[in-house]
Every structure is written in structure tokens, then in C-alpha cells.
């Protein structure tokens, strides 16, 4: 007998073909669980907005209206991605190279899927939703261009999110930013010449004849 529930929103995951899957692996039971306390999450909350206002990437994943998919990769300093409101994230979308599968494919299937990941911190979180084209809408535009960023920007992206859920760190690669990394070495060089400074320092002295 097939499961009757009311819609949630992981259902914008779990499609009625992804919890027969579920229920030939033995996972269902689990999820089912999770459904009947709340599912997944829909506002934003304030530490995911923190983390998602401090990416530097995204990946934005969009399909036509027959599924073929498409990832394109969006970047920009910490920021370039802002949290409108609870379920909004808006992005300005620079110009590129010119293919415009993002842009095609939205014009006939909204829907899309925004993923972030921190290296660093092993962190990732998956966004469903709908994104919208705006063009021409310079107040928006100018909210949310990156002050000092050179980038011609050609269009506002608005991603209105449905649901989202966090991963475990499990198979994350452990990257660091450079910017940390080439600052713990500079300080280590500083304190490598002081060394330095201090050894010649004491060579010198213990070069002086001794005085009776």
C-alpha cells in the first residue's frame, strides 16, 4: 500500500520515486520519521544566513523543461551572495561567457538548487527553490553588487527558497582558504627573522673580548 501523508517540504526532494528507493534500502522508515516531526526547515535561520553571507562560491543548479541538467558555478568576494529575507537569497549575476544555459533554462523551468560548501570547516547546505530573472531593476542591482568587486554585472538573480537541509563532513576534503594560510606564514617569517636578528646578536657579543 502506497504512503498517504500530508505534503511537507522534503518533498521537494523526495519525490514518490526517491522514497520507493528509500524504502528498497531500508532508509524510509528514518525519513519518515523526520517528516512526521517537522521535515526540513524552511526560513533561513540566522546561523545559515551568517554561513551563506560569508561564501566566497555556489554552485547554482538549474534544468530545462525536458530535465536536462546544468551546474554553473557563481562567485564573488565574502557577501556576494546576500539574505534578502527569510527566504530569499539574491546574487547579481556577472557576465560571462555567453552560452546562457542558466538563463534558458530558467526562462522555462524556475526551479533550482543552490549548494555551498566550506572546505575549511567541512561544512555543506543544499537549497531548493525557484530562482527568478530580473533585468533592468538597477536599485536591486546596486543592493546587491559587491562594493569594489570588478565585474560588469548583467542582471539580479532572486532565489526564493523552498526547503534545506545540512550535510555531514563525511568525504569532505579539509582545504584552506590562501588568505589564512599565507598570513600564518608571514607571521612565522617575522618571527623567524627576529630569531635570526637575535642569534647574529648573540654572536657578536660573545665575539667582544672579555674585559678585566
Not at 532508509?27 to 540566522?46: C, I, N
Not at 536536462?68 to 557577501?79: E, F, K, N, V, W
Not at 560588469?152 to 526547503?163: D, H, N, P
Request: glycine content about 6%; some cysteine.
Amino acid at each position: 500500500m502506497s504512503e498517504i501523508r500530508n505534503p511537507v517540504p522534503s518533498d521537494v526532494a523526495f519525490t514518490s520515486a526517491v522514497k520507493a528507493a528509500q524504502t528498497r534500502r531500508n532508509s524510509r522508515a528514518a525519513y519518515a520519521r523526520m517528516e512526521d516531526h517537522g521535515s526540513w526547515p524552511v526560513d533561513l535561520s540566522p546561523d545559515l544566513v551568517r554561513f551563506i553571507e560569508s561564501r566566497k562560491s555556489a554552485f547554482l543548479g538549474t534544468a530545462s523543461a525536458d530535465g536536462q541538467p546544468y551546474i554553473q558555478h557563481r562567485g564573488g568576494p565574502a557577501g556576494f551572495l546576500k539574505v534578502l529575507d527569510p527566504r530569499t537569497v539574491g546574487f547579481a549575476d556577472y557576465a560571462g561567457n555567453r552560452q546562457y544555459i542558466t538563463i534558458g533554462n530558467l526562462s522555462e523551468n524556475p526551479k533550482a538548487h543552490l549548494f555551498l560548501i566550506d572546505y575549511d570547516l567541512r561544512q555543506r547546505v543544499k537549497l531548493w527553490g525557484r530562482v527568478l530573472v530580473v533585468e533592468g531593476d538597477r536599485d536591486l542591482i546596486a543592493r546587491l553588487s559587491p562594493p569594489d568587486y570588478r565585474a560588469r554585472i548583467e542582471r539580479a538573480m532572486l532565489f526564493t527558497v523552498e526547503t534545506w537541509d545540512v550535510n555531514c563532513p563525511q568525504h569532505i576534503p579539509h582545504l584552506v582558504e590562501p588568505e589564512p594560510l599565507r598570513a600564518a606564514i608571514a607571521e612565522r617569517d617575522l618571527k623567524i627573522a627576529a630569531l635570526e636578528r637575535d642569534i647574529e646578536e648573540l654572536k657578536r657579543r660573545g665575539d667582544r673580548p672579555v674585559q678585566e
